[in-house]
């Protein structure tokens, strides 16, 4: 499992993001509660932490406010949302097959855990779709600019951002105007109104925008800014409204993390449910 550190994709699976994150938010019934974790940075894997230097280092305003011109037109691809799935089964990195779970089995696992709890159609629904986005990698993206916490950009960087340190080498870093509490954004405006840092998250927002309920859309739009719905920072940028959504996308948190360790999925038995559930809200084919 010493897969050499490479320059720009220094993770060997695009799963070990969501690796690290277990590690430093264990489940409340993990025998590792969080207090016993002591100092992630310093446990965190070399490839990890290059990761992050990356992330960190290019999520510049600029960078975030071109790759929104560049794919929020949404025409790269027309697609449905199970030809989606299957896209981003095609995902090739250095993942063990016989015991590392397919894209298609992650994202089924999720929307299982959402199914077994009783929850909302519409819930199940966002489990088994919250990380299209990540389609981005197979347009060529790298993967600091796919996955990783995600923060908000044109303003000052909060230190409960994991390595935060590595800011200090982002060029934002050095426009005073980027650099206070709220920087470019007025306090209270709303996320909606807030740049995050660029990755799936964003990008499959603005692909099911028109068909999910709101509560859902949060799900999707800030299910990986944990320095605000775990950490409780940047409160300074978010409405009543953002606040009273984050309950949801705090519920769907643990989904996202700890479903994973699960069984492998039958994806052939559970196909017709689930093409069933996406035609319940979705068009047959959609712009991406
Ligand atoms: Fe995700």
């Known amino acids: 499992m010493n897969s050499p550190v490479r320059v720009s994709e220094p993770l060997a699976h695009l799963d070990d993001w ?28 070399p490839s990890v932490k290059e990761f992050y230097r990356l992330n ?3 999520q510049t305003l600029d960078f975030v406010l071109a790759k929104k ?17 299957e896209y981003l089964n095609t995902l090739v990195d250095d993942s063990d097959p016989d015991t590392d ?3 298609i089995e992650h994202l089924l696992q999720a929307a299982e855990a959402i199914r077994a709890d009783g ?30 916490d995600t923060f908000p950009v044109g303003c000052g960087y ?20 980027y650099q206070t509490e709220c920087g470019t954004y007025s306090e209270g405006c709303g996320l909606d109104h807030v740049h995050l840092s660029w990755g799936h998250d964003e990008y499959l927002y603005h692909v099911v925008k028109d068909y999910l309920p709101e509560p859902g859309l949060y799900m999707i739009r800030y299910h990986s800014f944990y320095p605000a719905h775990t950490e409780g920072a940047y409160g300074q940028l978010m409405n009543d409204h953002d606040r009273a959504m984050f ?25 017709p449910f689930y093409e069933e559930l996406i035609a319940e809200y979705f068009p047959p084919v959609l712009a991406w």
């Open 119 to 148: 929850h909302p159609r519409w819930f199940i629904l966002t489990g088994l779709i919250h990380d299209l986005g990540k389609i981005l990698c197979l347009y060529g993206e790298p993967q600091w600019a796919v996955v990783g």
């Open 247 to 271: 309950r949801w996308v705090r519920a769907f948190n643990p989904y996202d993390l700890y479903s994973k360790a699960a069984a492998r999925p039958d994806v052939e038995t559970l196909r």
């Open 69 to 85: 011109r560049e794919y929020l037109p949404l025409q790269k691809r027309k697609m449905g949302i199970w030809e989606a799935m």
């Open 18 to 45: 969501e690796e690290s994150l277990r590690a430093r938010y264990p489940a409340a019934s993990s025998e590792k509660k969080r207090e016993e974790f002591r100092d992630y940075r310093k446990e965190a894997r």
């Open 158 to 177: 909060s230190d409960k951002v994991v390595f935060s340190e590595f800011f200090a080498d982002n060029p934002d870093n050095m426009e005073p105007k």
């Open 101 to 103: 779970l397919s894209q």
């Open 56 to 58: 960190h280092r290019f």
